[in-house]
């Protein structure tokens, strides 16, 4: 008898970092399933992958988020994935909230009741002291809160945390904690928070990262993980370098309770504060997906997202936990090589040689890799493309901070820009069509509005036929320009009270002559995009001979603020357009 061979076990993943995304990539490829990806970033170097199958675009879920469900239910009908497994927010909050037109797909979501607990910091307080479990002392912002109250009830420093880091109907926009040292600090921070927006604010509390990470079915553990924290970013923010050890019994009866009160389904970090001279512990947040420290535990030897998918595809009970290896460290190189510099001049400002012996100290501490005794995030030897693509971009983003500090190098690239913006209006005359700009920014609200209006003003009467279009990178469309672009615009007699953002579509890019953009950021997420382009892309800055590459985004500055960047813009035009009429 001639048995019928198995189908391959297929995945699809949703994310594009070189963290967790990576990860679980390389976790299921290493298990025999075949992954396919949907990236937020398609200049990710984890997309060099050996292990992925398949790369595929879904429409952009901020400018129509039916069309993204659309698009993502096609797909999986024609990749029939075992598991869909979202790495991050940007992709579980827009599955919840479809999860009913999810139909019998797999989904690796953690569950409505933990999704409702989890996923909002304040119910994730509320939740904490139902189960008896510390937390920061805190409360819920309110608006009649002033900076002197706040001050004299936490103290300093105290944090501003969003209760929701993204909201669906702004999933492209991340909402951060904001780290307040001073009056100053804090009465800015609170100058920038909509009145409905919902945040906490919560006092310092002295100690060190913990994260207990765990695989529930049911509210029930069946696997857990500890990490510490051993470096972060002097402002705080995610781990850059982390070591594994035993799991406390105080930590593990704490994450218990709140698992088993939120019903958790899959897998989850709970990160914690403890302060080893008093033994007080706090819980801090509790992460309801695949986190930036997983490269960590997988390492270790707890390896979660295989764990989970035999959780989702298999009725036989999962392997009892072995020991992991305690301890074992693991590092992002490149956000560790950033954080460790950032240490060096808090430590040491002013002292360059004391700087640089703080980093010839953290070279030393990589002793533990060739020992077989750490780990870093991207690099594997089984799957090294990534490693190398990651590198080759550290080195031109270093080539083209060399370029901007070096005058000769910077007037050379400036010219050659010059060069290039001459030959596309040459194209566009041998072919007798107009010359089109695009001239785009984050959300399409105040920087490319005006570039755009400002540009129709000067090229009216201009021989060189010229078609204009602005857009958002990013935000969602029809958005309004704030009240203090359309003041200042109007002293350059452009009229933005009519105005509301454009999303810029595949096409639009495709068909541009150029692209302007106004900074780096700007760059990056028109890279991470991957759209194709006819000539390139470039900051509107770089087309004049001197001065600032960046101009910088002025939504959340006051009208001064405002003057100085339309005026930076108005220069650039300038230039631009004496270049395109030239002769």
């Known amino acids: ?93 827009p599955l919840h909230h479809f999860r009913q037109r999810l139909g019998a797909l797999r989904v690796a979501l953690p569950g409505p009741e933990a999704l409702a607990a989890f996923f909002d910091k304040h119910q994730t307080r509320q939740l904490a002291a139902q189960c008896g479990v510390p ?14 109250t706040l001050a004299s009830e936490f103290g300093f420093p105290l944090y501003l945390k969003p209760c929701s880091s993204y909201e669906l109907s702004s ?25 409905h927006q919902r945040f906490l604010v919560e006092a310092h509390s002295a100690g060190t990262g913990v994260g207990l990470s765990v695989l529930c079915h049911d509210g029930e553990v069946s696997h857990a993980f500890q990490h510490r924290r051993v470096r972060e970013p002097v402002g705080g923010g995610g781990s850059s370098y982390r070591r594994s050890e035993a799991v406390s019994a105080d930590l593990e009866q704490m994450t218990r309770a709140l698992c088993r009160a939120a019903k958790l389904e899959g897998v989850a970090m709970f990160e914690y504060r403890v302060d080893d001279a008093t033994g007080r512990k706090i819980l801090l947040e509790v992460n309801a997906r695949f986190w930036g420290s997983l490269p ?18 298999s009725s036989a009970p999962l392997p009892r936990q072995a020991a992991y290896r305690v301890p074992f460290h693991a590092r992002n190189l490149l956000a560790d090589l950033y954080s460790t510099a950032g240490h060096a001049s808090s430590a040491h400002p002013g002292s360059r040689f004391r700087q640089l012996l703080h980093m010839v100290v953290w070279a030393g501490s990589l002793w533990r890799l060739p020992l077989g005794r750490e780990s870093l995030d991207t690099l594997a030897f089984d799957d090294p493309q990534p490693a190398g693509r990651e590198f080759a971009q550290i080195m031109r983003k270093l080539a083209g901070r060399i370029r901007h500090v070096v005058p000769a190098l910077d007037a050379r690239h400036r010219h050659r820009l010059r060069l290039q913006v001459r030959e596309a209006c040459l194209s566009a005359r041998r072919e007798q069509r107009p010359l089109r700009l695009l001239v785009a920014c984050f959300g ?66 495709a068909a541009a002559d150029l692209v302007l953009v106004f900074d780096g950021a700007n760059l990056e997420l028109l890279a991470s995009r991957g759209a ?24 959340d500055g006051d009208e001064a603020f405002f003057r100085r960047v339309y005026g930076a813009i108005a220069g650039a035009v300038d230039e631009l357009q004496a270049v395109v009429e030239a002769p």
């Open 1 to 93: 008898m001639v048995s019928t061979p198995r189908p391959p076990r297929t995945a699809l993943v949703l994310g594009s970092d070189t963290r967790s995304f990576l990860a679980v990539v390389r976790s299921l490829g290493r298990q025999g399933v075949q992954v396919h990806v949907a990236p937020y970033d398609f200049s990710s170097a984890a997309l060099s992958s050996r292990y992925i199958r398949g790369v595929h675009r879904l429409p952009p879920l901020q400018a129509d988020p039916e069309e993204w469900i659309v698009a993502l239910l096609a797909l999986c009908e024609r990749i029939a994935p075992d598991v869909v497994f979202p790495c991050d927010d940007r992709g579980i909050i």
């Open 135 to 148: 937390t920061a002392p805190g409360r819920l912002l309110d608006p009649d809160d002033t900076a002197d």
């Open 532 to 555: 194709p382009l006819r000539h390139g892309v470039w900051r509107l800055g770089e087309l004049t001979m001197s001065g600032a590459v960046d101009i910088v985004d002025p939504v």
């Open 444 to 509: 399409n609200i105040c920087r490319s509005p005006f570039a755009h209006r400002l540009l129709e003003q000067r090229f009216k009467d201009s021989k060189q036929s010229v078609q204009i279009m602005g857009a958002a990178l990013a935000c969602r469309p029809g958005r309004p320009s704030p009240a203090r672009a359309i003041a200042v615009a109007s002293e350059w007699q452009v009229d933005l009270s009519e105005h509301r953002s454009v999303y810029a579509t595949e096409e639009m890019l």
């Open 171 to 195: 999933i492209e926009s991340r909402q951060n904690v904001i780290a307040c040292k001073s009056s100053r600090q804090l009465r800015q921070a609170l100058s920038t928070i909509g009145r």
């Open 296 to 313: 960590l535990a997988v390492a270790a030897g707890v390896d979660f997202p295989a764990l989970w998918f035999q959780q989702l595809t």
